[in-house]
């Protein structure tokens, strides 16, 4: 983790912290306390996540985590926040790839994309699996689905399948919302994604899209 705003990635969204440190070593010391977080969620499930097992693990007197994340909800809170950021950033990149390639199957190329994404983020499975998101980070999950509908939106435009228009991105916010359910049963049933829901997800997504392009002229 090289940057304490993204657990496993250098994803732009901000951490909510209690403060925010300002130099070099400070920031160090969060991505570390974070690193040490997200193994003990992994380990040992989200209700390990105190500032006294996180501190121990990350090498560093409990005061001086207090300064940034004084409790569980705040750890929470910053681990979710790297999470989203990291799959935003993925999105990113898949908007600009779009722009420059050819898909057949745009669907599949996002589906093979974040489930890919789901098995190695152990981290984030164990977090939105756990049930113990906080209120913070329910909001912010919502608004980050609405960030990825807008991604979905900038990929079908790229390929040039739709024109745009406000029911194109209630659409897209549909087929996330849809995607995103079937993503995490297919996870909590298999770590590895259980293929017969993904394939299942990949058919009523194309079906879906499919019949959204054809609305338009």
Known sequence: MGDPASPGSGGSRPVPLRRTPQQARSKARLARVLQAAERVLVAEGVQALTTTRVAAEAKVSVGSLYQYLPDRDAIIDALAAGYLARLEAAMDDLVRAAAAEHWDDPVGVLIDAYAAIYRTEHGFRALWFGSSLTERT????????????????????????????????????????????????????????????????????????????????
């Open 138 to 217: 329910r909001a912010a999950d919502r608004e980050h689905k609405r960030r990825m509908a807008d991604g979905v939106r900038r990929v079908l435009l790229a390929l040039g399948t739709v024109r745009d228009d406000e029911m194109l991105g209630r659409a897209c916010h549909a087929a996330v919302l849809a995607a995103d359910a079937l993503a995490q049963e297919a996870f909590r049933r298999d770590p590895e994604g259980d293929p017969g829901l993904l394939d299942e997800a990949r058919l009523m997504l194309r079906g879906y899209l499919t019949d959204v392009a054809a609305r338009r002229p």
